[in-house]
């Protein structure tokens, strides 16, 4: 079944054309990478799909599940089942991050026209999750990513994705934050989030993190297009032969 279906997707920043043409179909039960060199155009990518404001799409066309993505708004991306890990980047200091994720469940509970939970419930339940992700239920009473570490910022991330259970989730590696801790926590939370009925797009540039998590596809970017599609065995090759060879087959072939 195809969840997300992106159609030669044209975006500009500032006036500036980043994305120049993607093309990209995601199934569920599918894992994809977007990998690339800095600058690529990657988390430009992820961004548009997120509905950052800063971002204005010129031409193409995105569908999630049937439905033309950009009549949601942002918020309304999530209740349809997309996730994106940096939509809730947020420090709120003094809000305890149990709160927080509570409220984000709720919120997305009640537009899926499912129960909600009181604090006491929702403490069982997300107790539940944490366990899972083997994560310290401490985390719960601190303040929303006030002072938190990358690793930490992951975990909640990983964390919200569990709760919220998309039926896509985006998640951007950032170069920052990918720590070994970090590496860990995306790679069992992905591993163990992932089904047949949803699917991740991890946007990274770190060949590691897909010997832990296995892609169906591998997705390389340049200067706003994806130049070169394969299965997990290309990145490997990625990884022993850099990307600059990969440009030079495309241009050959071009
Ligand atoms: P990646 O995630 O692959 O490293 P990005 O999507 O962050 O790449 O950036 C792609 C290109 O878009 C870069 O050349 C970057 O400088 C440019 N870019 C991204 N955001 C902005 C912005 N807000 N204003 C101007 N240029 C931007
Ligand atoms: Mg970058
Ligand atoms: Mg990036």
Redesign the pocket.
């Known amino acids: 079944k195809t969840l997300l279906d992106i159609r030669g997707l044209r975006a500009t920043?500032?006036g500036?054309e980043?994305l120049k043409g993607i093309d990209l179909t995601v199934r569920s039960g599918e894992i994809h990478a977007i990998m690339?060199?800095?600058?690529?155009?990657?988390?430009?990518?992820?961004?548009v799909l997120a509905g950052h404001n800063?971002?204005e799409v010129t031409d193409g066309s995105v569908t999630f599940e049937g439905n033309n993505l950009f009549d949601l708004e942002p918020e309304e991306r999530a209740r349809a089942g997309l996730f994106l890990a940096f939509q809730y980047p947020i420090e709120i200091p003094g809000v305890a991050n149990s709160h927080f994720l509570r409220l984000a469940y709720n919120t997305v509970q009640a537009q899926r026209g499912k129960e909600e939970l009181d604090p006491l419930e929702f403490e069982d339940f997300v107790r539940e999750k944490m366990k899972l992700l083997e994560m310290n239920p401490d985390f719960l009473d601190r303040g929303v990513n006030e002072g938190f570490s990358g690793g930490e910022k992951k975990r909640n991330e990983i964390l919200q994705m569990a709760l919220l259970e998309p039926r896509l989730a985006i998640l951007?590696e950032?170069?920052s934050g990918l720590d070994i801790d970090a590496l860990r926590i995306v790679t069992n939370g992905v591993n163990r989030l992932t089904n047949k009925d949803n699917a991740i797009i991890l946007?990274t540039?770190y060949q590691r993190l897909l010997n832990y998590i296995v892609p169906d596809y591998v997705h390389v970017?340049e200067s706003?297009r994806i130049i070169k599609t394969g299965g997990k065995e290309l990145a490997l090759e990625l990884e022993t032969r850099g990307y600059d060879w990969v440009s030079v087959e495309q241009r050959a072939a071009a």
Not at 36 to 42: E, I, L
């Open positions: 920043v500032n500036i980043i690339g060199t800095n600058g690529s155009g990657k988390s430009t990518l992820a961004k800063a971002y951007d950032t170069d946007v540039h970017m706003g």
